[in-house]
């Protein structure tokens, strides 16, 4: 059962507008969620993090918001920029453990 | 460049085959995390290690195995490999220090089972 999912396997967005990719979750004791993202023949890297305790936080042209009542967290990007064409996961730490649980993906193109 | 270095790049076997995964921490990393992902599936976590220590567990199958020795870096075996065991395989790397520390991902090994 997958505990984190991310429900669009894909998205294209036209360059200098919004990307909003979204995560859902069902274990209501995650406290800590990330997203990475990745280029093809790399691993993923880390792009922003969030804590339970906010609702929202930012990192340049990265939002992640936090919704705990609809568990569910989004990543926005803007303005879109085509080297933002990656696969983005969002994970979930498995409380009083060191495990990620990562969601399938969302391949997000950026058309110039 | 995260730092954490994986090899081989690419591993073809057959079936019922034994191959070992290696990887490198990023420099002062004590822990290191082996992460298998199937085509169009997440990452799916296998197992951690802790300066040595088996920390934490996944679904790893009992056909799996790891290890991190001494100088911290750690090899992830996989034995009577079955066609469903391709897959990318990853070694990410932390301080390990709490488990809110971002993890630095390594490129992977990309495991071909024929």
């Known amino acids: 059962d997958q505990q984190v999912k991310q429900n669009s396997p894909s998205l294209s967005v036209q360059e200098g507008r919004i990307s909003i990719l979204n995560c859902d979750y069902t274990?209501?004791?995650?406290?800590?969620f990330l997203w990475y993202k990745k280029y093809p023949a790399e691993g993923p890297t880390f792009l922003i993090s969030?804590?339970?305790?906010?609702d929202k936080n930012e990192d340049g042209r990265f939002t992640v918001f936090l919704n705990k009542s609809a568990k569910h967290l989004s990543l926005h990007i803007v303005p879109s920029q085509p080297g933002d064409s990656a696969v983005y996961f969002c994970a979930a730490i498995e409380p009083g453990t060191y495990k990620y649980i990562f969601g399938t993906g969302t391949r997000l193109k950026v058309l110039a | 460049d995260s730092g954490v270095t994986q090899t081989p790049k690419h591993l073809i076997t057959a079936t019922g085959q034994r191959v070992t995964l290696r990887c490198s921490p990023r420099?002062?990393?004590?822990?290191v995390y082996w992460y298998q992902q199937s085509l169009d599936q997440g990452l799916q976590f296998l197992i951690q290690?802790?300066?040595?220590?088996?920390?934490a567990k996944g679904n790893i199958l009992e056909r799996f195995s790891a290890q991190q020795f001494p100088d911290l870096h750690s090899e992830l075996n996989l034995s009577s490999l079955e066609l469903g065991d391709s897959a990318l395989y990853f070694c990410?790397?932390?301080?390990?220090?709490?488990?809110?520390?971002?993890?630095?991902f390594g490129p992977g090994t990309r495991l071909t089972v024929l």
């Open positions: 290690y802790y300066n040595g220590e088996e920390r």
């Open positions: 420099s002062g990393d004590l822990s």
């Open positions: 990410a790397s932390n301080m390990g220090s709490s488990s809110y520390n971002e993890q630095f």
């Open positions: 274990n209501s004791m995650f406290d800590y």
């Open positions: 969030i804590s339970s305790i906010k």
